[in-house]
């Protein structure tokens, strides 16, 4: 749909050419009026309609002069005049402001509908015209930025696309790191007018800033619709066409202390230097001493000690490059994991429980404050492990029992297995269950079973022989006999109480 403003200061003029088109069958959904030309201008500043009917001859501004206005203050409304016999000289002023038709007065209402689905037919043209040329002139600079366009070519496409030479030509620049390019395409109806390009070089998403903007309140601004979840990397200064290749080039490099330092800030990438060739040094130079230190201090359940160790050590690998830290840290957390978790069951069914995706985290942490956060949170529920252990010695054998019972009460639960797996005689481990929970094991499996029994009974089809066998009771009456005792009604009474 288009919209259309009508301009003509006889009002019985301007009544007859809102009142008599049918606006709507010619795909026209607004039409705004006004009595003269600055009215006229004031109306074109605020909602810029597509065509624009006027008058010539007008008091305060003619249709001429509000047609000069138009044009100088680079509004593409689509202009046509109303003009009578004894005006035709004006139509050689009109064609000089580029107006795009013009009717004679008196005029038919089928003319008038005739003349503007030509235009609208003229605007989707050049409409469809200036997307493509935007798109190329996109293309231009992304391979300005990439340095895959010679200077000579991209001042030749310069002039076609921007209609001045290469170095006259200048946008905004920045860097996101940590982010998705998705994630700044989604967002761009929420305020994000300001990017005009985006693309990605390597895990480096380079965005091209309108130049008209202050490019540290747009940085600013990209921020908080992302919520913060990216680090940025801007020029406060416009970057004229010839030297993107020198400044896109400066962004990636700076990936590597953005990654090590500057988790959800934005940096003057123009005062920063980049410190890649700073981080140097050799894989594998932890010493066996700071990892026993380490492994020591996680198994006495000391907090403190344990993550002053883990940093030391995770700080020896931030003299490498990004790529070779992720993989260090990867490489570190398979070797906690071989020498403090794997082989005891008590303690990989502890962090089972815990999972918190430590293995995604530090391979696809975006920062090094991430990868850091994952070791301290898989080091932390270790700790937290064997300072229960030291709290009560015997905290995890209970725990296990409590899991073996509750895994087999439907069944057979056997004191002699359940003794044979945590290594203690059947009569110690009797003492210690009824010394930790207060109560027997067989006392422990039976308040399991009716709990699980006063469950099943709702379930209208299940028969209570049924639900007897379900929780480990082979026989009805005597199912019935426990369950009467503990509750003080039979499972069918129970049942009709639920």
Not at 63 to 73: D, M, Q, S, Y
Not at 295 to 306: F, H, I, L, M, T
Not at 370 to 392: G, R
């Amino acid at each position: 749909m288009y919209s259309i403003l009508l301009v003509e200061d006889e009002k019985i003029e301007l009544d007859t050419l809102k009142g008599y088109v049918n606006w709507g069958e010619i795909f026209i959904d607004k039409v705004y009026t006004a009595r003269n030309g600055r009215s006229a201008f004031e109306c074109i500043a605020q909602n810029e309609p597509d065509i624009m009917i006027t008058d010539i001859q007008m008091p305060i501004m003619t249709g001429i002069e509000l047609a000069k206005r138009v044009r100088e203050e680079g509004y593409k409304t689509k202009i046509i005049f109303l003009t009578g016999y004894d005006d035709f000289d004006y139509v050689k002023e009109a064609f000089k402001v580029q107006a795009a038709d013009y009717i004679l007065k008196p005029f038919m209402t089928e003319e008038v509908e005739k003349l503007i689905l030509r235009i609208e037919k003229q605007i989707d043209s050049e409409k469809t015209a200036e997307v493509s040329l935007s798109v190329a002139a996109k293309h231009m600079i992304e391979q300005l930025c990439r340095g895959d366009i010679k200077e000579e070519e991209g001042n030749q496409l310069s002039l076609r696309y921007f209609e001045r030479p290469l170095g006259e030509v200048a946008y905004g620049l920045m860097a996101l790191y940590g982010v998705e390019e998705e994630e700044l395409l989604q967002r761009k109806g929420e305020g994000l007018a300001e990017v005009y390009h985006s693309f990605l070089i390597g895990d480096v998403l380079v965005v091209v800033l309108q130049s008209h903007l202050y490019f540290w309140d747009g940085a600013r601004r990209i921020k908080n619709i992302l919520k913060g979840s990216c680090s940025i990397a801007c020029f406060k200064e416009k970057i004229p066409l010839p030297r993107l290749k020198e400044r896109t080039e400066q962004l990636i490099k700076l990936k590597e202390k953005i990654f090590f330092e500057a988790k959800g800030e934005i940096v003057d990438a123009g005062r920063e230097q980049a410190v890649q060739a700073e981080r140097e040094g050799v894989k594998g130079t932890i010493s066996s001493a700071k990892k026993e230190n380490l492994y020591k201090a996680v198994r006495n359940g000391e907090q403190g000690r344990a993550e002053e160790e883990l940093r030391a050590v995770l700080n020896s690998f931030t003299a490498l490059t990004k790529e070779e830290c992720i993989q260090e840290a990867f490489g570190f957390y398979y070797e906690l994991k071989s020498n403090l978790a794997e082989g005891d069951s008590q303690l990989t069914s502890w962090m089972a429980e815990r999972e918190e995706g430590w293995e995604q985290k530090i391979l696809k942490g975006r920062y090094w404050e991430d990868i850091v956060k994952a070791l301290f949170s898989y080091c932390s529920s270790i700790i937290s492990f064997f300072k229960k252990q030291q709290e009560n010695p015997n905290y995890h054998v209970i725990a296990r029992i409590r899991d073996y019972l509750e895994y087999n009460y439907s069944g057979v639960c056997s004191v002699e297995e359940m003794a044979e797996e945590v290594h203690l005689s059947p009569n110690y481990l009797r003492s210690l269950f009824k010394e930790r929970m207060g109560q027997t094991i067989l006392e422990y499996v039976t308040e399991y079973r009716l709990l699980k029994a006063c469950e099943l009974l709702k379930d209208k089809t299940l028969r209570v022989k049924e639900i007897g066998r379900l929780v480990g009771y082979d026989n009805e009456s005597y199912f019935g006999t426990v369950f009467a005792k503990k509750y003080g009604v039979t499972p069918n009474e129970y049942r009709k109480m639920v």
